[in-house]
């Protein structure tokens, strides 16, 4: 899930923190080993940050023989029960 960062995007939002003095000083430590600016580094780092907590809620990783027994489970007709049967039968509240 991607999303594209444009740096040649002007930037107008803003986001404000506040650090302690120590958070500072490492952040901007890592900063200048980047070879970065302390906003680059800390957009660069969030985004990638943000984007692998998404990817988290979204993606899990199984074996072939598990993707194959969940695609099988999916591919199977509904179990026929009377919740179902209810289910199935009451009408839409958007009719």
Excluded: Y
Excluded at 5 to 23: D, F, Y
Excluded at 31 to 53: G, M, N, P, Y
């Amino acid at each position: 899930m991607a999303i594209a960062i444009s740096h040649s995007e002007p930037r107008s939002g803003r986001i404000g923190i506040r650090t302690t003095p120590a958070q500072e000083h490492l952040l901007r430590c890592a900063a200048a080993a980047s070879h970065k600016s302390l906003t680059d580094f800390i957009l660069d780092s969030a985004c990638r940050t943000a984007e692998e907590t998404l990817l988290d809620q979204r993606f899990f990783g199984v074996s072939s023989e598990v993707g194959t027994k969940i695609l099988e489970l999916l591919d199977a007709p509904a179990i026929e029960t009377e919740g179902l049967r209810r289910l199935r039968d009451q009408k839409p509240p958007w009719e």
